[in-house]
């Protein structure tokens, strides 16, 4: 067969414009080992009357009528089932090897190609711009395929709307010449493990996308804000990669966005930081997965506050962050809410929520409060009871060895908790008023602000027994001003914790510690 295959292509008419699309599909097979592929059906047996032809004719007009179409030969569509116009090539995991012809991009009625799952180690694109019209492409499916380059893919700006080039041989930079197809809708590129360096601020050019996944790349730096203007997306999953620094604020204006995604698992992922954005204008958001970062601070108490998708079940992943406070009663307004927070810093689950029965997949119902997160000085593997874990386990040694919430292990002797002060503060700071919970928002948390207030005050006394020994007032006068002074400040944290204890706050009843 190998030396039909030779002939075949080496009788095949060298000129753009002399190739039929009968001719171009032989070519196309030649150079793509395809007699070799796993089903080539119609295929193998025009090459063979085609080597007939050229071998008893000498290269004349073949003869063979009845295989002079290929819209019967395997995976080829054509249009309305006419035996004229091939539109689409349909060969997915069928063995194709070798640089896919240039030719084969010059069919005048081409609109879909699938050649995902094969050996290709070219994919031939130039040929996109040496037709003399513009290419119909509008779908190319390489996923798994060997190729490094996509060079000439740019002359398919004006129509190509999906494009898949997940686990093949891209080394180096991001191909920016994907940033000129505007009409995209779909880019798949995952799995490209040898694509370095920053994610490309033209990514921002693609905005009539509405899926894209980069996810399991090497990608690094920054999150580009320019990704705020893809503002059509509705899916983005950017996970496993090594992005570092904040999530951009402009990622509020993909109001179209009903999935995100940027959490790490792999130990050479990057990490996320600083604070966990509001997300509050992603009106259509149902499932966010930003675990394994470090993103720090409280759960905005504005978290996706404009969300509109009524009692559509909503799935929220944020564990294995530094997430500190208590979890917002704002998140009441969902009625079905897988939420899971283990492994952050939460110290306190607002009682509302305890009663959300469709919560946690109807678990709430059964389990309480323990559904969505252990109690402190407790662990499970999930970080909470539901599936597998039919309980959660105390730790030896108490809270301190497990300080948080939603703990899936118990502190070592040598793990023993530092920061035992900030726990303490914000259980008792609680978001039991808008007003409180709102200057916690702003000022950074509640410890901070517990340390301003206990300095502000101990300056005042310091301040007043001093003017009062500067002026020899009586030892009985001195008395009843430092009573006072500490009266205030007793009264102060009274007040405190009465706001973060207090059940019938204007924030609804609470649990603030367990």
Not at 204 to 216: A, C, P, Q, V, Y
Request: net charge negative.
């Amino acid at each position: 067969m190998a030396p039909l295959i030779a002939l075949l292509a080496a009788t095949a008419p060298l000129g753009v414009s002399a190739l039929s699309e009968r001719d171009t599909l032989l070519r196309f097979y030649a150079r793509s080992g395809g007699s070799r592929w796993k089903n080539n059906d119609g295929w193998r047996q025009a090459a063979e009357a085609e080597a007939e032809d050229a071998a008893a004719s000498g290269g004349d007009d073949n003869t063979h009528n009845h295989l002079k179409h290929a819209c019967s030969w395997y995976g080829v569509v054509c249009e309305d089932g006419n035996t004229e116009g091939v539109t689409g090539l349909e060969l997915e995991d069928n063995q194709l090897t070798g640089h896919v012809t240039s030719h084969l991009w010059n069919m005048p009625k081409l609109k879909a190609v699938n050649f995902r799952d094969n050996l290709l180690t070219g994919a031939g694109l130039e040929g996109l711009s040496s037709g003399g019209t513009p290419s119909p492409l509008e779908t190319l499916l390489l996923s798994q395929n060997k190729i490094d380059s996509l060079d000439g893919i740019d002359a398919a700006h004006g129509t190509l709307v999906n494009l898949q080039i997940s686990s093949n041989a891209f080394d180096g930079p991001f191909p920016k010449q994907v940033f000129e197809l505007k009409k995209l809708q779909t880019l798949l590129a995952t799995f490209n493990n040898n694509i370095v360096g920053e994610l490309p601020t033209e990514i921002g050019h693609l905005t009539h996308l509405r899926k894209l996944d980069l996810s399991f790349n090497s990608f690094e730096g920054s999150i580009p804000k320019e990704i705020g203007k893809l503002d059509l997306l509705q899916v983005l999953i950017l996970e496993e990669n090594n992005f570092t620094g904040q999530i951009p604020s402009e990622m509020n204006k993909l109001v179209s966005l009903k999935y995100l995604s940027i959490g790490n698992q792999g130990t050479n992922s990057g990490q996320l930081t600083g604070p966990l954005p509001s997300f509050e204008d992603l009106m259509h958001l149902r499932e966010l997965y930003l675990p394994h970062n470090a993103l720090t601070g409280l759960i905005p108490i504005n978290f996706l506050m404009n969300s509109a998708v009524g009692d559509k079940p909503v799935s929220i992943n944020l564990s294995s962050n530094l997430l500190t406070g208590r979890i917002p009663e704002t998140l009441s307004k969902f009625d079905k809410l897988n939420i899971d927070l283990t492994d952050n810093r939460i110290t306190g689950i607002p009682s509302e929520l305890c009663r959300k029965k469709k919560w946690m997949d109807g678990q709430v119902a059964d389990f309480g409060c323990e559904a969505i997160l252990c109690p402190k000085g407790t662990r499970s593997e999930s970080g909470r009871v539901g599936g597998d874990d039919s309980s959660c386990d105390s730790c030896e040694g108490g809270a301190k060895y497990g300080p948080y919430l939603g703990s899936t292990d118990c502190l070592d002797d040598g793990e023993e908790f530092e920061d035992k002060g900030a726990v303490e503060i914000q259980d008792v700071g609680g978001e039991s008023s808008e007003g409180t919970a709102a200057s916690v928002q702003e000022g950074g948390g509640l410890d901070g602000f517990a340390k301003f207030i206990i300095i502000v005050i101990g300056m005042a006394a310091l301040v007043t027994i001093g003017i009062a020994l500067h002026k020899g007032v009586k030892q009985s006068q001195r008395q009843r001003e430092v009573l006072g002074i500490t009266k205030t400040i007793g009264m102060g944290i009274s007040r405190d914790e009465e706001q973060g204890q207090d059940a019938e706050g204007d924030g609804g009843s609470s649990i603030g510690v367990w």
